[in-house]
């Protein structure tokens, strides 16, 4: 019996549920059309008007549509269990606390993984048009994993909070928008220009970007610190998911 | 030989906020127990339950089960427990195979596919085990939890309501199942049908407002009951002085008539005084004489109502 006990045969119930029900391939629908339309689309990604070898279209708007998406994916993770009282099924089967959380975030980080992998078409259409550049690819993928990491456990957290899934959902919309929102210029001057404490929160602001940490693993930049930023991110996220699914688990 | 206690609960105390849901409840359960939790609604049967299966953490006192504490050895305690919560909750999108590996899976069980089939043989779910969970009746489903609760053969089985809302074929499969399995488990179940104590439980435990009142037999708890060997006595023509003569018996608590002819005689010892009785009436005309055996029913709303009132 270790910390994780359990968690092996969580993350398989997890990532078959996906596939299970119509939702799974919903999500992924939606996904790669709207991946796909913001990539080529000539108002924002411009893909075949740039006459680049490039991704950076593809990865430039993955943040927008994470966004929204994972948590549509992240929802149901512990709202549903704590609605239908599974989750009282759960916890007195010999499985960890732990081992059922990362059982259930590997699945649901696993299932986003399957999501970026179905936009390899972009890919070839890249390797066709010209020479990319296959490390900033590499990276660009890595980068968008972990952003997908950071959001859905973010979302699960909230998932965690309430019973309802629609509450969850809006919450961790909230959370990944102000979260995304911290290094953009325009929020990163309003809070520049507030006296006294101006600078610092800058500072600050700007080391909590998850747009800055992101676009250099876009850029090909695949430097320590960012990975320690959404390592700590998520782990962050998930310890007090964690710790706050213990309080309320029987509520 | 004294059987092996596999369930040893003392002095358990939870509290919600002002609200204490148990309130120092002590009792013991040994293998071949089947351990009947009565109670009216919000009583804290569900809470202690949830107790003694790690789910939810007591704010005092101490519970063991096979020698492993709740607290410090709870995964320990969660394998040897099969607990069938309130409403059987399982995960609707998967089928019955499906999910019963999930559980078996998470219980480490050896051989899986040998675990399924006998769980699967002893709750009759051959018809429905390619079925999704959700399309399955109540009864079905209530089985499905059963299933899971047997699935690695646990030494402790505790049932939250098994057989609420069944219809009366299936509470007897069920009430059957529980007595085949009993031999060399504890099983504790709650519910609220006092039947299914008398048939199926060889100890019984009330509780009201996370207190505990009883603990005893079944049998026992008949006979405390305050209309456990009433006699009720229907004779052909009134006759005043049998019934003043049979009221003035040192062991008669009173006699209530129903109508002139019709009485009944509660005994102030709960004894059986049949035989005075038939020998008061001799060679007089009845029409019938019978005693009756104290039902569970009656000493459950004297004890909780006066608890609750």
Not at chain 1, 126 to 140: C, E, M, Q
Not at chain 2, 96 to 107: D, I, N, P
Not at chain 2, 154 to 182: H, M
Request: hydrophobic share 50%.
């Amino acid at each position: 019996m270790s910390r994780y006990t359990g968690l092996k045969a969580v993350f398989k119930r997890e990532f078959r549920g996906y596939f299970a029900t119509p939702l799974g391939y919903i999500f992924l629908v939606i996904f790669l059309v709207a991946g796909g339309w913001l990539t080529v689309s000539r108002d924002f990604g411009q893909f075949l008007e740039i006459r680049q070898a490039s991704l950076t279209p593809f990865f430039s708007f993955l943040p927008h549509i994470f966004v929204m998406l994972v948590p549509a994916v992240a929802m149901r993770l512990w709202a549903e269990e704590r609605k239908t009282g599974t989750v009282e099924l759960l916890f007195t089967l010999p499985i960890t606390l732990e081992g059922s959380y990362l059982g259930k975030f590997l699945a649901g980080w696993a299932f986003l993984g399957v999501a970026l992998l179905l936009t390899f078409p972009v890919v070839i259409w890249v390797a066709v048009l010209g020479n990319p550049d296959w490390g900033t690819i590499a990276t660009g993928y890595l980068g968008s994993f972990l952003l997908a990491g950071a959001f859905l456990a973010i979302g699960m957290l909230f998932s965690a909070l309430t019973k309802n899934q629609v509450v969850s959902f809006i919450l961790s919309v909230a959370a990944s928008v102000s979260l995304l929102s911290l290094g953009l210029p325009q929020v990163l001057e309003f809070f520049g220009n507030i006296a006294f404490v101006g600078g610092y929160l800058e500072q600050i602001f700007s080391a909590l970007s998850l747009f800055d940490h992101f676009h250099s693993l876009t850029r090909g930049l695949l430097e320590f610190r960012v990975i320690a930023f959404f390592a700590v991110l998520i782990v962050g996220w998930l310890g007090c998911g964690m710790m706050l699914l213990n309080q309320l688990k029987a509520s | 030989m004294e059987s092996e206690i596999l369930v040893d609960v003392r002095n358990i105390k939870k509290s919600f906020g002002p609200i204490k849901a148990v309130d120092d409840i002590s009792f013991q359960v040994k293998r071949g127990d089947i351990f009947g939790f009565l109670g009216p609604n919000g009583a804290g049967k569900s809470t202690a339950m949830k107790i003694i299966t790690c789910f939810l953490e007591q704010d005092s006192g101490r519970v063991t089960v096979a020698g492993h504490d709740t607290l410090t050895d709870s995964l320990a305690v969660r394998q040897k427990i099969g607990y069938l919560p309130e409403s059987a909750p399982a995960y609707g999108e998967m089928t019955v195979t499906g999910f019963l590996k999930f559980v078996a899976e998470a219980r480490c069980v050896a051989d899986i596919p040998a675990a399924i089939a006998r769980v699967v043989e002893m709750t009759g779910l051959e018809r429905v085990v390619h079925q999704t969970v959700e399309t399955l009746s109540k009864g079905f489903k209530r089985r499905v939890g059963l299933a899971q609760a047997l699935i690695h053969d646990p030494e402790v089985l505790i049932l939250d309501e098994p057989t609420d809302g069944l219809d009366p074929n299936q509470k007897a499969l069920v009430q059957d199942l529980i007595n085949r399995i009993a031999r060399n488990k504890a099983i504790i179940l709650s519910t609220h049908i006092l039947d299914e104590v008398e048939r199926v439980c060889n100890r019984a435990l009330i509780i009201s407002r996370g207190q505990m009142l009883v603990d005893s037999t079944p049998r026992d708890l008949m006979a405390r009951a305050g209309n456990h060997n009433v006699i009720r006595l229907v004779v052909r023509e009134a006759d005043k002085n049998l019934a003043d003569q049979i009221a003035a018996r040192d062991w008669c608590e009173r006699l209530v008539r129903h109508t002139e002819t019709d009485w009944e005689i509660f005994p102030k010892d709960r004894a059986n005084h049949l035989n005075d009785v038939m020998a008061m009436v001799a060679g007089k005309e009845i029409e019938s004489i019978a005693i009756q055996e104290g039902r569970l029913e009656e000493l459950f709303r004297e004890i909780t109502e006066g608890v609750c009132a």
